[in-house]
C-alpha cells in the first residue's frame, strides 16, 4: 500500500473512534427513538396498557428498556406450585422484541407477591422449590432478556426493625407480619439460597446480567432514617463483594430510587455507591425511578422535582460506564403505583397523565442527550 494510503487509513482508524464519541453525546432533547446516549432510559410497564395507543406511542418513542411492573413476580408466573402461567410476562416481552427494546426481567427470588403456596413450605423445601421456578422462569424468556433482578430488596427495612438486633438479611425468624419477614432466609446473615438464586439465573441464561436489587443501595430517600440507611447500604454492599470474591455470578446492583420530591436524596452517598460497585467491576441500574409529590401539585414542586431527576441524570452521565440503565417504575402518572401506596403523593413521573412531558423529561433529556 503507497504510504498516504497508509496515512490516511491511520488517519481513519484513529479518527472514527473519536467521531463515534462525539456523536454519542450530541444526542438532541427529545429526539425520536435515535438516541445516541449511552445511559439507557426505560420504564416498568403493564400488559393491559399496551394497548392502549397514547401508552404505546409513549414507550415506543422514549424509553429503550421495559420491565414488567408486576408480572415476572412469582404470583403471576407461578399461581400453583408447578403451574406456570407467562400469558402477562409474554405479551410484554413481545412487545419489546417487535420494537426492539430490552427487557429487565423483575423479580425471581422476593419476599413479596409470593402466592400463599411458597410460603408454606419449610426453608429445606424451597430449594428445590426456588430452582424449578427460576430455571422454568429464565428459561422460558433465555435470550430475550438482558439483565434480571434476581433478588430484591433482602436487606431489612428500618421500618420493619422489631428491635431484635442490627439489620442484615430479611429473614423466617421474624414474626410473618413484619416487614422484614422473608422465606428466603433461615436468619439475618443466612444468604445462601440468595446465592443459590444467582447460580440457578446464570445456569439457566448464561448471558443474562444479573442484578441485586435494593432501596438501600444508597440510601438518602428517606432522610430520617439516613443513619440507618447507611449501615443497611454496607451490608449490601458487604454480601455483594463476598459474592463477587467467592464468584457468585453477580453482575450489578439496581439503585431502586423511590424518591420524595420533598426530600432530596444524599447525592454523595449515591455516588460513593456507584463508585464503589464500579470498582468490585459491576454495572449499576437505577431501577424503579420515580420522585413523589404531596398533593397539590404546584409548578414549584414540578420544578423540584425536575431537579431531583436531573442530578440523578448528571450521576449516570457522569459515571456512563458503570450507570448503564435509568429506570422509572412507571411510564406516566396516568399509570402509577404511587397514589394507591402512599397516601395523598402523586405525579412521580416523566410523562404527566396527558403523557406530555414534564419539566423532569425535558431535564434529564438534555443532560442525557436522549
Ligand atoms: C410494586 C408495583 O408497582 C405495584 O403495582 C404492586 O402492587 C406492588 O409492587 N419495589 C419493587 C417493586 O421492587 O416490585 C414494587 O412494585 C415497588 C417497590
Known sequence: MPLNRIRMSLIFLILTPLLAISFRCSGKPGNENSSKATVMLGASVGPPYLD????????????????????????????????????????????AQLNSKAVRGH????????????????????????????????????????????????????????????????????????????????????????IKAFEFAHAADPDAKLFINDNNAYDGSEIVYAGWNKKQSDILYDHVKKWKDAGVPVHGIGMQLHLDEEFPPDYTMIE?????????????????????????????????????????????????????AFVTWGVSDKYSWIPLFFTSYDSGLLFDKNYNAKPAYIRISEILGL
Open 107 to 194: 423479580v425471581l427470588l422476593w419476599h413479596m407477591q409470593l402466592p400463599a403456596w411458597v410460603k408454606s413450605k419449610t426453608y429445606s423445601e424451597l430449594e428445590a422449590v426456588l430452582q424449578n421456578h427460576i430455571n422454568t422462569v429464565v428459561g422460558h424468556f433465555r435470550g430475550k432478556i438482558s439483565a434480571w433482578d434476581v433478588a430484591n430488596e433482602v436487606i431489612t427495612s428500618q421500618e420493619g426493625d422489631d428491635g431484635s438486633g442490627m439489620p442484615g438479611l430479611r429473614h423466617r425468624g421474624k414474626a410473618p407480619e413484619n416487614a422484614d419477614y422473608s422465606v428466603w432466609a433461615e436468619d439475618s446473615t443466612d444468604d445462601s439460597l440468595i
Open 52 to 95: 392502549e395507543q397514547e401508552y404505546s406511542d409513549t414507550l415506543k418513542k422514549y424509553f429503550r428498556i421495559l420491565v414488567p411492573e408486576n408480572h415476572m413476580k412469582w404470583e403471576f408466573t407461578e399461581p400453583a406450585e408447578g403451574g406456570f402461567d407467562f400469558t402477562g410476562s409474554d405479551k410484554i416481552v413481545s412487545f
Open 272 to 324: 460513593n455507591d456507584i463508585i464503589r460497585y464500579g470498582a468490585l467491576g459491576l454495572e449499576v441500574h437505577f431501577t424503579e425511578i420515580d420522585v413523589r409529590i404531596k398533593e397539590p401539585v404546584t409548578e414549584e414542586k414540578l420544578q423540584n422535582q425536575a431537579v431531583i431527576y436531573g442530578k440523578l441524570a448528571e450521576l449516570a452521565g457522569k459515571h456512563s460506564h458503570i450507570v448503564t
